[in-house]
């Protein structure tokens, strides 16, 4: 059998490589979205029961430790330390599904169906474990396949998943019988067949929904989006708080004059804190009451503008005030020149990134940790625990949104969470993203390069806005700022700005500026919105189910081998 060669360390390793080379280049910005339907086909293939265990998992851990060391590259000026971890856990994963390929392979069990309850229910723990990280999945690569991707406001993301992974597991079956001579037996024409009434299912249901939704739209209000273009190691000096902020009231000024009634400016752009609760107890001539007085009387008789800041908890301690928590905020200004009473607190955090694990439990971690850090201060922040529901109008309608920020777009909990209520009604007409990608960006010669996350950011976010019917507004500082539409559409143009036209450049060197653009509304509740991430969980009991299958019948073998 050909397969007999793969025993062979360097034939292990080529397939190995092959797999995550395809895995990288089918996701943004690289956008080869044929990569994905057959990423997988080589690793599948080179799982086999042939193979020890000796060589099969250290080469699959070693491969996929290469693969997150490499796309990840974006989060050290982020969280070193963070970094080290993350790549170090997630390259389990390879080890993981080669032992449960390699199982699945000798009990002879068809690829087809098994390759995606595995492979797609690693991408269903990755989304959960350790806060959720919702990163490379197939489905993001699909994300310009508007008609594919419609099916996710019924399985979410999972369900595009699902469909490429069996693609993927087919091609595999295939190719195992044709070499083992077996390629006309009936079982061959049926897992074809099966996978193929899927995905013309899939594109057919894509095509009505496409084809339906000016039924369910409508116009909504004209929004400003600013983006800034600072890089954050130049952004967190307070001294340039003050330029700052007059380049936003100068690109929002020009919103105002496009016809915005609500202007949006990226996360903790405004280099303090605006709550009222803590300006209280602050001089009227410090900077924080300063930018707080710029912003009312720059949106006073024009408009709404909502602006990310950090908002700080004053409290007792030994007699003196001190600051208690603080937090990653959204902050609303009405035209009537007053801070809104609403404040939305970013609830999902980024372990390492805003908040450093272990500080109550093992101290001396925490501070190795800190000290690996971009900081020289404990910035843990806390997590905000309210959807806050913020509400505009233009033209007597009145409009109610919700806040995502930083990577809360990517997590579709938080963002089910905004659009819907308790009581099985729409929260939100729209979602506005405020973001901060300058620590993803690099500096050099006054030039602004940035990088992959940029890209893969937005590609995530279209998800959120397929799954829920819901329009997404991104306002982020160095890019990419854009508006996407309830369908998944990443929209180029727009009415008025001074932003490129399409969507995917407005990045680097071309990142800053400001454009309006009226909002569509979509008045459908989906299934997803309804019940969640249904399919999540049955893929995660369905992976764990096969690994502990797997880990049984490796105990089993080898008990037998030491009783011969």
Known sequence: MAYEKIKRSPLLLVGLIASSALLTICQAPFDQAWAAWIAWVPFLLVCRPQIPLRRLLPGSYLIWLIYWLGNLYWLIEVTLPGYIAFFFVQACYGAILAF????????????????????VGAEAWQGVLFTGFSWYFLAHSQYQNLRLIQLCDIFGQLGVSFLIAMVNGLLADLWLDADAGRLLRPANLAKPAVVVLLLVGSLIYGSRQLNRADQYRSDGPKIGVVQTNVPSHIKEISENGPAIMQTLLTLSDACYDAGAVLTAWPETIVL??????????????????????????????????????????VGLSAGQYTITDQYNSAFLYSPDGLQSSCRYDKIHLVPFGEYIPFKDSAPWIFRIILGLSPYDFDYNLTAGKKFTRFEIEQDSRRFGFGVLICYEDTDPFVCRKMVFNENQARKA????????????VRYKNGMIYPSVELAQRTAITVFRCVENRIAVVRSVNTGISCLIEPDGRIRNEYQAGTLPKNAMDRKGTNGEGWFVDRVPLDSRITFFTRYGRWLDVLLRIGSLTIFAAALYDGFKNRSKRNLT
């Open 100 to 119: 449960c390929v390699q199982f699945i392979c000798r009990r002879q069990w068809p690829l087809t169906f098994f390759a995606p309850l595995l492979l």
């Open 429 to 440: 007409d729209f979602l506005v993203n405020l973001s901060n990608d300058g620590w993803y």
């Open 272 to 313: 303090a804190a605006l709550n009222s609760d803590y300006l209280f107890y602050l001089s009227p001539d410090d900077p924080a009451n300063l930018y707080d007085r710029q912003i009312r009387d720059h949106c006073r008789g024009r408009g709404y503008v909502l602006a990310g800041a950090h908002a700080l908890k």
